[in-house]
């Protein structure tokens, strides 16, 4: 089978991860693999025919034998209410992939590498930090990454155990919303002055992978550039809401 040839997965796991994201593993019969940061096209057909697609960064390191989707539902979202709510191990889903080129990385690609993630925009990124790790790689790679509460932080366990273990792997987050007792860290949305205190130096000729939000992306993206990084070194995979 061809990557965009539609395929038929099994659910081996759906588990929440926060109030309103789960961690959603697909064993796939005709899966080649995936680089990190590619993502995958998910169906849904309804009894009358009536069909309905989303796109789906996967979070899983590229050689795991399943792939992982971190699924954030949407109240308004008739896909992801589907995924989160009703799929359980054993059923089946259709999907296609892995799909795109331009927003990937792998250790070969070098560094340092600034990864700044919004929300559910972590999930492309997490399988770039899972595939630095499986590959004992020491490419110095830094996340920014705003959540909207301490109890929202999207593999919030992970991301901590994994900045503790490597000095190569620094979190730094921003909780805009609300912040727990005692919280030391950012609480605003992401700006040129954070990004400024956060990114490498532009004469370290870093690589950067900006997901999340339009808005966060744009913003955030511009400012990378204001701050004297090369555009062309800047990527960035942004979504919007969902119906």
Same mark, same amino acid.
């Given at each position: 089978?061809?990557?965009?040839?539609?395929?038929?997965?099994?659910?081996? !796991?759906?588990?929440? +991860?926060? #109030?309103?994201? =789960? @961690?959603?593993? &697909? /064993? $796939?019969?005709?899966?080649?693999?995936?680089?990190?940061?590619?993502?995958?096209?998910?169906?849904?057909?309804?009894?009358?025919?009536?069909?309905?697609? !989303?796109?789906?960064? +996967?979070? #899983?390191?590229? =050689? @795991?034998?399943? &792939? /992982? $989707?971190?699924?954030?539902?949407?109240?308004?979202?008739?896909?992801?209410?589907?995924?989160?709510?009703?799929?359980?191990?054993?059923?089946?889903?259709?999907?296609?992939?892995? +799909?795109?080129?331009?927003?990937?990385?792998?250790?070969?690609?070098?560094?340092?590498?600034?990864?700044?993630?919004?929300?559910?925009?972590?999930?492309?990124?997490?399988?770039?930090?899972?595939?630095?790790?499986?590959?004992?790689?020491?490419?110095?790679?830094?996340?920014?990454?705003?959540?909207?509460?301490?109890?929202?932080?999207?593999?919030?366990?992970?991301?901590?155990?994994?900045?503790?273990?490597?000095?190569?792997?620094?979190?730094?987050?921003?909780?805009?919303?609300?912040?727990?007792?005692?919280?030391?860290?950012?609480?605003?949305?992401?700006?040129?002055?954070?990004?400024?205190?956060?990114?490498?130096?532009?004469?370290?000729?870093?690589?950067?992978?900006?997901?999340?939000?339009?808005?966060?992306?744009?913003?955030?993206?511009?400012?990378?550039?204001?701050?004297?990084?090369?555009?062309?070194?800047?990527?960035?995979?942004?979504?919007?809401?969902?119906?």
């Amino acid at each position: 089978m061809g990557r965009l040839d539609w395929q038929i997965g099994v659910i081996t !796991r759906n588990a929440p +991860i926060t #109030s309103r994201t =789960h @961690a959603i593993d &697909i /064993e $796939l019969p005709a899966w080649s693999g995936h680089r990190a940061g590619q993502h995958v096209d998910v169906r849904l057909t309804a009894d009358d025919g009536y069909r309905a697609e !989303r796109s789906y960064s +996967i979070a #899983s390191a590229p =050689h @795991a034998t399943t &792939i /992982e $989707l971190a699924v954030e539902r949407l109240d308004d979202g008739e896909v992801s209410m589907y995924l989160t709510d009703v799929l359980v191990p054993g059923d089946q889903l259709e999907l296609r992939g892995p +799909i795109g080129g331009y927003f990937t990385w792998e250790p070969a690609d070098g560094g340092p590498v600034l990864l700044v993630a919004g929300g559910s925009g972590v999930a492309p990124l997490m399988s770039m930090i899972r595939e630095r790790f499986a590959q004992d790689s020491d490419v110095p790679m830094r996340l920014l990454y705003s959540s909207r509460s301490w109890d929202e932080v999207i593999y919030r366990d992970e991301l901590t155990e994994l900045a503790s273990r490597d000095a190569g792997f620094e979190l730094v987050q921003t909780l805009p919303r609300r912040q727990p007792p005692g919280w030391s860290g950012f609480a605003r949305r992401i700006d040129r002055e954070m990004l400024a205190s956060v990114a490498y130096p532009p004469d370290a000729s870093p690589l950067a992978y900006v997901c999340g939000p339009t808005a966060l992306v744009e913003s955030a993206a511009g400012h990378l550039v204001e701050l004297g990084y090369d555009p062309l070194r800047v990527k960035t995979e942004r979504f919007g809401p969902t119906g």
